[in-house]
């Protein structure tokens, strides 16, 4: 019997994860990943702080930026508290601080990321774009990362946990598709660059009827594959255990409306890692080559030391 989750349900169950709930006039809570192990996701919490800070801005003002710094791992199984600060309320842009916070084992709250997200009324004004998409393979020419992650735990075999398979194999609610070899996919150093097109399973509800998911959609998604893209160079992968890492801030600009159901390129690149950190710069595209935003993050990155080592 076929119990795979049909991709309308996994985007039906991901709009609810990323929908928080107002508790108060500046409170929220964001629900938990069903069945998650482990830490949570970084983007998930992202998402999550975006949806409440973008419920608290003046009616008429997009979310145009974000920079959000991870303070601590947050646990799954745990719903997570968004408390809002209005710093500022301005005639054309507006600014929310959020504090991300779970319940910790002897009650108190335990912060797990801090953000800051700065809204803009629309308008018109000097407007240029001087970069190109790149021109790789287009997602239809590509096989599903799912896919590809279904071969790796059969060539894994014994080598994986029931839990570790559980993990890599839980449906998802965005579809990737890699052009190049993740840190993941081949253990062999390469260049820090990578292109994956993304995009949900199913339809969202229209972009004119709600923007602000499609923006937490992107927020979400922009935490694939980023900080893993410093680790191309050294043929290391978090997956086989080779490398202990934790995101440690994330910057998003968004540019232009996207719709998050339809493809969008991400284009990543990582000039530089040393002293235990990596940093990676990401860039989102649509399928007309327009700039859709632009993403950077710094992270922990550290070979794994085995014992007796």
Do not use: C
């Amino acid at each position: 019997m076929d119990t795979e989750p049909k991709p309308e349900a996994l985007v039906e169950d991901f709009i609810r994860l990323l929908t928080v709930t107002r508790d108060s006039e500046d409170g929220f809570s964001g629900k938990k990943q069903p069945d998650g192990v482990g830490r949570v996701f970084g983007g998930q919490v992202i998402a999550q702080a975006l949806q409440a800070a973008q419920v608290t801005a003046p009616d008429g003002l997009e979310a145009h930026s974000l920079h959000a710094y991870f303070l601590r791992g947050g646990k799954e199984g745990v719903d997570i508290s968004y408390d809002i600060a209005r710093d500022f309320d301005g005639r054309s842009f507006a600014n929310r601080r959020v504090v991300a916070s779970q319940i910790d084992d002897d009650g108190s709250a335990r912060p797990i990321l801090n953000l800051t997200a700065s809204f803009q009324k629309p308008e018109e004004g000097l407007a240029h774009d001087d970069v190109t998409m790149p021109d790789v393979a287009p997602p239809e020419d590509l096989r599903s990362d799912m896919e590809m992650r279904r071969r790796m735990v059969e060539r894994a075999g014994d080598r994986m946990s029931e839990q570790q398979r559980a993990l890599v194999l839980r449906p998802r609610p965005i579809d990737m598709r890699t052009v190049d070899r993740l840190h993941w996919m081949n253990s062999e150093p390469r260049e820090p660059r990578a292109h994956s097109w993304f995009r949900t399973v199913a339809p969202l509800p229209a972009i004119e009827d709600n923007a602000a998911l499609h923006r937490a959609v992107i927020a979400y998604a922009s935490d694939y594959t980023l900080l893993g893209t410093s680790a191309l160079p050294h043929g290391l992968s978090w997956m086989r255990g080779e490398l202990v890492g934790a995101s440690l801030d994330h910057a998003i600009w968004f540019h232009r409306p996207a719709r998050a159901d339809e493809w969008l390129l991400y284009a990543t690149d990582a000039p530089w890692s040393g002293g235990g950190r990596g940093f990676n710069r990401g860039r989102i595209f649509n399928r007309a080559g327009e700039l859709v935003a632009s993403v950077a993050q710094e992270g922990m990155m550290r070979k794994r030391v085995k014992k007796g080592d």
